[in-house]
């Protein structure tokens, strides 16, 4: 089992800064993605930023050249820490931010529970 812990997030100004960070815990084995989903009252959950155990980001469309994710430690052979560093915040960034995590040898995926991100003046 696989619990995600997120931190971070919070108000920021347009043009602002903040950043998410999100452990996974509970579990010795190998997390292939971890990424960062919103969802915007009255919007579906999009992705906003995922990487892969060795290193490859994406990221949505929206947040390309404003955000930067990264895995940041490694511990007993995984790397199980994700950062999401978000610049140039607009108001449309609004929404309470998720984590993921995946494993692709068993098909399951975990979730965080959530953390909220506003952007206004």
């Known amino acids: 089992q696989v619990q995600l812990v997120e931190s971070g997030g919070g108000l920021a100004q347009p043009g602002g800064s903040l950043r998410l960070s999100c452990a996974a815990r509970?579990?010795?084995?190998?997390?292939?993605?971890m990424g960062w989903y919103r969802q915007a009252p009255g919007k579906k959950r999009e992705v906003v930023a995922s990487?892969?155990?060795?290193?490859?980001?994406?990221?949505?469309?929206s947040v390309k050249g404003r955000f930067s994710i990264s895995r940041d430690s490694f511990r007993n052979g995984a790397k199980n820490t994700v950062s999401l560093e978000m610049n140039n915040l607009k108001p449309e960034d609004t929404a309470v931010y998720y984590c993921?995590?995946?494993?692709?040898?068993?098909?399951?995926?975990?979730w965080g529970q959530g953390t909220q991100v506003t952007v206004s003046s």
């Open positions: 509970g579990s010795m084995l190998r997390i292939d993605v």
């Open positions: 990487i892969t155990n060795d290193d490859r980001p994406s990221y949505g469309d």
């Open positions: 993921k995590a995946e494993r692709w040898d068993t098909g399951d995926n975990y």
